[in-house]
Nanobody, 115 residues
Framework: VQLVESGGGLVQPGGSLRLSCAASGFIFSSYVMNWYRQAPGKERELVAAITSAGGRINYADSVKGRFTISRDNAKNTVYLQINSLKPEDTAVYYC?????????WGKGTLVTVSS
């Protein structure tokens, strides 16, 4: 299993980014995919999850209305559109899949929100 995130960067408050996670090594279209984030000095938290066909989506309360998770099963890729960014959204964002009893993680992509 390999997960590779991209799309992070430095953005001003109120800005937007689109994160991508390219997956390989498993049948992507069969699994729930998750985005987590970890801010400096804080625990990793789940921000969004999407079921295998995209029919059910959940968000953390802190990001509802600003973040949108989606997936393209033909491209084995999951996305996270993040809008109206706030300084407290600064974190490393990780893609995750729970596969055969194990959590798999990418290396993460850093999002920094600062003026």
């Amino acid at each position: 299993v390999q997960l590779v995130e991209s799309g992070g960067g430095l953005v001003q408050p109120g800005g937007s980014l689109r994160l991508s996670c390219a997956a390989s090594g498993f049948i992507f279209s069969s699994y729930v995919m998750n985005w987590y984030r970890q801010a400096p000095g804080k625990e990793r938290e789940l921000v969004a999850a999407i079921t295998s066909a995209g029919g059910r989506i959940n968000y953390a309360d802190s990001v509802k209305g600003r973040f949108t998770i989606s997936r393209d099963n033909a491209k084995n890729t999951v996305y996270l559109q993040i809008n109206s960014l706030k300084p407290e959204d600064t974190a490393v964002y990780y893609c995750n899949v729970y596969y055969y009893g194990m959590d798999y993680w990418g290396k993460g992509t850093l999002v920094t929100v600062s003026s």
